[in-house]
Every structure is written in structure tokens, then in C-alpha cells.
């Protein structure tokens, strides 16, 4: 089973920076690729970063590539996003997901363990 707990959420103006973490149970993650996953309201869930833990290689939605960063710490067994550059539309409920296998998946269907999120809110 694994477990994935969210932090790093919250408000902050457009331009600014906010870093969130996914803190993850399971002991080895290296046949898994880790993603953050958003939901605004009213809106279905859109894919935003996945990094295999194995290799290190990453993918980012196109809405988010230059501003984001995704990356993981093996040591403490966590994943962050570094979210540069916020605008509005960024404002969502974000989630960690994680999937076994070394496909880099850029849609939220093949997650298929989820955290509980976490919410950021992006003011102009």
C-alpha cells in the first residue's frame, strides 16, 4: 500500500513562488513514476509534472513547462514541484499521484494512488 501526504499549499499573489512536497510511505519508489495532478473547481482533474523515480526523467504539461519544476529526493523518500511565476489559473487543489511502472504518464488516468491534496490560490 502506499501512502502519499501533501504540504506546501496556500495563497500567494501572482508572479509569486510557492514549493509544495509529497511525502511518501512506501520504502522504494524506483519502479514508480511520481506526478502532480490539479483540480480547479468546476473543472476535470489536468495532469501538470511526472518524474520516474528511477531515471530522474520528467514531462510537464504545456501550461506549466518553464515555471514548474518537479523533482525527488530519494534519501527522504519525497517529491516536490516548484511552482516560479503563478498566475491565476494556477489556482487549484493539487494532488500527488503515483503509478508503478517507468512510463512517464501525462494524463491522471493511470495514477493510482492519490494523496488528499492540497490547495493553492494564485490572486491577481
Known amino acids: 500500500q502506499v501512502q502519499l501526504v501533501e504540504s506546501g499549499g496556500g495563497l500567494v499573489q501572482a508572479g509569486g513562488s510557492l514549493r509544495l512536497s509529497c511525502s511518501a510511505s512506501r520504502r522504494t519508489f524506483s519502479t514508480y513514476t511520481m506526478g502532480w495532478v490539479r483540480q480547479a473547481p468546476g473543472k476535470e482533474r489536468e495532469f501538470v509534472a511526472a518524474i520516474n523515480w528511477r531515471s530522474g526523467n520528467t514531462d510537464y504539461a504545456r501550461s506549466v513547462k518553464g515555471r514548474f519544476t518537479i523533482s525527488r529526493d530519494n534519501a527522504k523518500n519525497t517529491v516536490s514541484l516548484q511552482m516560479n511565476s503563478l498566475k491565476p489559473a494556477d489556482t487549484a487543489i493539487y494532488y500527488c499521484?503515483?503509478?508503478?511502472?517507468?512510463?512517464?504518464?501525462?494524463?491522471?488516468?493511470?495514477?493510482?494512488?492519490w494523496g488528499q491534496g492540497t490547495q493553492v490560490t494564485v490572486s491577481s
Open positions: 499521484a503515483a503509478t508503478s511502472g517507468m512510463a512517464l504518464f501525462t494524463t491522471p488516468g493511470p495514477y493510482n494512488y
